[in-house]
């Protein structure tokens, strides 16, 4: 199995950037495909982008499309997440998760409960 952690939160204005990260360890990082979700308070898990195993497939929530990319470098066992022009409703706790990048990944990559690894979450904090 992959041990994932999430790291690169912080409190930021609107308008500003961050970029946070999912480090992956144990198991070959490179086999899994990995979804970042998030969290705000009072609010259900929601879905923020994921990307393949091997990087050639993307996918973005409608609310973060065009601010947010999120990318991989297997080679460091990490993927990224770069949100920019940050609004306070991203304001949330981010998880990165992580499957093994079958089928029901591809039909269903934006459903938490397709995804077997959780990070513990990192907060991010965007003031206005």
């Known amino acids: 199995q992959v041990q994932l952690a999430e790291s690169g939160g912080g409190l930021v204005q609107a308008g500003d950037s961050l970029t946070l990260s999912c480090a992956g360890s144990?198991?070959?990082?490179?086999?899994?495909?990995i979804g970042w979700f998030r969290q705000a308070p009072g609010k259900e898990r929601e879905f923020v982008a994921a990307?393949?195993?091997?990087?050639?497939?993307?996918a973005y929530s409608n609310s973060v499309k065009g601010r947010f990319t999120i990318s991989r470098d297997n080679a460091k066992n990490t993927v990224y997440l770069q949100m920019h022009s940050l609004k306070p409703e991203d304001t949330a706790v981010y998880y990165c998760?992580?499957?093994?990048?079958?089928?029901?990944?591809?039909?269903?990559?934006?459903?938490?409960?397709?995804?077997?690894?959780w990070g513990q979450g990192t907060q991010v904090t965007v003031s206005s």
């Open positions: 998760a992580g499957e093994l990048g079958g089928s029901s990944w591809y039909k269903n990559k934006d459903e938490a409960r397709v995804y077997d690894y």
């Open positions: 144990g198991r070959t990082f490179s086999d899994y495909s």
């Open positions: 990307i393949s195993w091997g990087g050639s497939t993307t």
